[in-house]
């Protein structure tokens, strides 16, 4: 497998005004935008071919994986080598592809703009705001489940039944002698009263091929989009022989919605805290800020 698929067409509603005229996937955690990290993790993982579905403004995001002649000149011209190396590594990092999503009608949807680019292989998706903490990387372990499972896989969280809500939520079953568990049921955004479970599905996928046409006869669902969640669960029924069966790994490390302005802010803090470069500073710095007064006014 050596595709990723990262939907990056969202209004990012969420995060108004900063989104108004910029993906939320391009703004920045800690120096580079969250987009950045995401195409890091599949690259980690092995898949060096990268498909962005893109919707409006989508220049920042070519722009950021391309080159800059004039900015790799005017770096070379003052020898700032760290910062050269900086900006020419993001142009090398993958093979970057666009698509566009003319329109941006669900995640779903978002999915199916890459099946010409896919064709009949499995494929990785990531979501372009949702990060994964470095040191908690899981989409290898879950192209291993692919590989001895085949279908597709999940990557489930758990999380406290008040937050389910905001989630697509897996009903589940334990695989005995194995580190996943099998897919039964999906639901998007339950409520608490008729979530299946405590398990949230993030945003990282492993998925068969069978998934595009699944996708094209899946009617809009929740909200008038077409839902991934909604393709999902018409995957967990299906036969393994056409495609079908869903599994997950249950992800228990650090991960940050960054088109959430809380969890965004956790990133940003977490993430600058853990650099080698900047930490030792911003953790002094953060300690006396948490140990203030104007910390512990209301
Ligand atoms: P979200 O539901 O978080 O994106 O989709 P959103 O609709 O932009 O969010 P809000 O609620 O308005 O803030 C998860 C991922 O799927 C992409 C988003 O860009 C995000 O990376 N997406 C969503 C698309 O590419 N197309 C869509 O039609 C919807």
Redesign the pocket.
Known sequence: MTKAVI?????????LPATKATP??MLPVVDRPAIQYVVEEAVDAGLDDVLI?T?RNKTTLEDHFDRAPVLERTLSTKQDHDRLAAVMQVAELAQVHYTR?GE????G??VLCADMHVGDEPFAVL????LIDTRNYVLSQMLKVREELGGSVLCLMEVHESQIHLYGCAAVTPIPGLDAVKVTDLVEKPDTESAPSNLAVI?RYVLDPAVFDVLRNTAPGRGD?IQLTDALKTLAGMDPAQGGGVHGVVFKGRRYDT?DKQSYLQATVRLASARADLGPEFRTWLREFVGSKEFAED
């Open positions: 939907p990056a067409a969202g209004l990012g509603t969420r995060f939320k996937e579905i919707g999503q941006p009608r669900g995640l949807h978002a979501l372009g705001d949702d945003g989009e088109g």
